[in-house]
């Protein structure tokens, strides 16, 4: 199944509901890559993250898509060192294996304020047919506007989402 066809449709509807940016991410190393965006109809957009990378570690898609794996493999794939993008990105190791748990516990990953300053998102595991985690859905916004209140709100809706992405995709789950 082609992940960018089954998910573009949910996508535009999570952004219309949300209001914010919708996208969905594949893991590439220690970076996500976006495949698919949604604009909502905020007057104030973020920019196009289609075909950015960005680091994993500083991501709500990133960490959705590290809560799939063992925290070896996490180490493995992040190396010795986490760098830094904001004053609130987690360089801590204990801190990101926290975060990590908490994500796999809840079916959902934040970034607050972790990649840039101003930017707040949420993102929810995409499942293939096996139930492996092969993707994230994230829905981003300014964190004036996607603010930690909210975010309960809108995982709730990110993972209905991210759910009927992966029911495209034959996971049965």
């Not at 996208?23 to 007057?43: S, Y």
């Not at 934040?110 to 840039?116: C, N, V």
């Not at 994230?138 to 990110?158: H, I, M, N, Q």
Request: neutral net charge; charged residues 25%.
């Amino acid at each position: 199944m082609d992940l960018a066809k089954q998910s573009q449709t949910v996508c535009n509807e999570l952004a219309d509901v949300t209001r914010e940016t919708i996208n969905v991410a594949i893991l590439d190393g220690a970076r996500i890559v976006n495949l698919v965006e949604a604009i909502g109809p905020a007057e104030i957009a973020l920019r196009s993250w289609v075909g950015q990378t960005c680091p994993v570690h500083a991501t709500s898609s990133g960490k959705a898509l590290l809560s799939g794996l063992s925290p070896g493999r996490v180490r493995e794939l992040l190396g010795k060192r986490l760098e830094t993008y904001t004053p609130d990105t987690i360089v801590e190791w204990p801190a990101l294996h926290a975060e990590l748990e908490q994500a796999r516990r809840r079916g959902w990953a934040s970034a607050r304020e972790e990649l840039e300053v101003g930017l707040n998102a949420i993102a929810a595991p995409v499942r293939d047919g096996n139930g492996q985690i092969i993707a994230a859905l994230s829905v981003s916004g300014p964190a004036y506007r996607l603010k930690p209140e909210r975010f309960d709100e809108v995982a709730e809706l990110t993972m209905a989402a991210a759910h009927r992405i992966s029911r495209r995709l034959g996971y049965l789950g």
